[in-house]
């Protein structure tokens, strides 16, 4: 009898570790990965990610980014810049935790109805799925709305039985892919947060290639346009980019490891008002021979704005896509200049390469701003 008991006991034993130990590895475990095996308390560091746990983001401040002061401009020769920071490298990059891929602060709710009108109005331009991508669409799912924000945002996100709820919309969504189709997915991605993401998919000569995307705040173009391009294709109209960063962006993308997780900024003036939504006029194409709206010499101060970019790389480790996250950040400028960042950011947009001052449209809307940055008159309100 007794050891009739002892056997029982251990099955029972063994059948809790088996599915303690493939609830982990299926990714649906509501621990997000980070499971107490039976054994011990080994945390696969991919998955480590640090809870807010008293996070509330209506008094949370957007990240006051001044990438304008460490790098000369958008990366291209940065590293000879006086304010450049030791541990980014010539591509501007820095080694991030994972725990800061989403960032959400007081502006989410306004955000997040402007996505849903966008996904609504123009799903064509802002959701990119397709039978490459959808492998990598559905474990991003999993990463994100499944195990990354139930535990980065504990206040906001709570698992009950098959469903998460988003406790700040009042919305809620599946804590499983089951029977959701990857544009479905994608959709539920947008309602939540406010990123946007590119799915760069390996092709099997190892070229990676974007296959796919939610995109609800691109920065001026056009997705569906680019979907099967290589990395250095799409940055094609980039002035310098193939010369200095080319080479070194492509070897940065066929190393990556998943659970690596990287970030660099960009930034740009938007001159024409705040909305995220761009598909064109904010960079400058000589060779499209585009007319450029009058508006673009003499933009109302009120109306222009620092665009700054949080960019960041993760590979995933089942479909191995690298996924490039963006999230878009905006400031007015007369409130930057307010603040005394004026000359900071004039200093910088002046010492751009001359291709890239272009590509940025300095050209047009240089005359006005720069004068007006650097404490000179104009039409704007904050004083
Ligand atoms: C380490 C990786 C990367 C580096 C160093 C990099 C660098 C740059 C730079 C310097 C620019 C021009 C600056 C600007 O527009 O303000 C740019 C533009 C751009 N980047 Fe990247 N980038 C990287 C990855 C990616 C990826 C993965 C995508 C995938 C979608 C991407 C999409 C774009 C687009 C669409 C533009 C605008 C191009 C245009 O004007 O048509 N970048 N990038």
């Avoid at 982990?24 to 991919?46: H, L, M, Q, W, Y």
Wanted: aromatic share 10%.
């Amino acid at each position: 009898m007794e050891s009739i008991i002892s056997s029982l006991l251990l099955l029972i034993l063994g059948l809790v570790a088996v599915k303690a130990v493939s609830k982990r590895f299926s990714g649906k475990s509501a621990d997000n990965g980070i499971v107490s095996s039976v054994f011990g308390s080994k945390i696969d560091p991919f998955y480590a990610v640090e809870p807010l746990e008293d996070f509330d983001f209506k008094t949370t401040p957007p990240i006051d980014y001044k990438p304008y002061r460490t790098q000369g401009h958008v990366t291209m020769g940065m590293s000879s810049h006086p304010a450049h920071p030791a541990n980014v490298n010539e591509l501007g990059i820095q080694k991030q935790s994972r725990s800061n891929w989403i960032r959400i602060d007081s502006g989410y709710l306004k955000r997040l109805e402007e996505r849903r009108g966008l996904v609504e109005d123009k799903p064509e331009l802002t959701i990119g799925t397709g039978k490459i991508v959808d492998p990598a669409i559905e474990e991003l799912y999993e990463e994100i709305m499944i195990k990354y924000l139930p535990q980065r945002f504990p206040t906001m996100f709570k698992i009950c039985g098959n469903i998460v709820e988003n406790l700040a919309t009042g919305s809620n969504y599946p804590f499983t892919t089951a029977g959701l189709t990857p544009a479905v997915m994608l959709r539920y991605l947008s309602d939540n947060v406010e990123e946007d993401f590119y799915f760069m998919c390996p092709d099997p000569d190892g070229q990676f290639r974007l296959r796919g995307y939610i995109a609800c705040f691109p920065g001026g173009f056009l997705s569906p346009a680019r979907v099967g391009e290589s990395v250095r294709e799409i940055h094609q109209p980039v002035p310098g980019y193939d010369k200095k960063l080319g080479a070194s962006v492509d070897r940065y993308f066929s190393r990556m490891k998943p659970g690596q997780f990287i970030g660099r900024m960009n930034w740009s003036l938007q001159v024409d008002g705040a909305d995220l939504f761009r598909t064109d006029g904010n960079n400058f194409y000589p060779e499209k021979e585009e007319v450029v709206d009058n508006e673009k010499y003499s933009p109302p101060l009120t109306e222009c704005y620092l665009r700054a970019e949080h960019q960041t790389l993760t590979a995933l480790p089942k479909s191995r896509a690298i996924i490039f996250t963006v999230r878009s950040y905006m400031t007015r400028l007369d409130e930057l200049r307010a603040n005394g960042e004026g000359n900071a950011l004039a200093d910088a947009i002046e010492s751009m390469p001359e291709g890239l001052g272009q590509y940025k449209m300095r050209q047009y809307w240089g005359g006005k701003v720069l004068p007006w940055l650097r404490g000179g008159p104009g039409d704007a309100t904050v004083e």
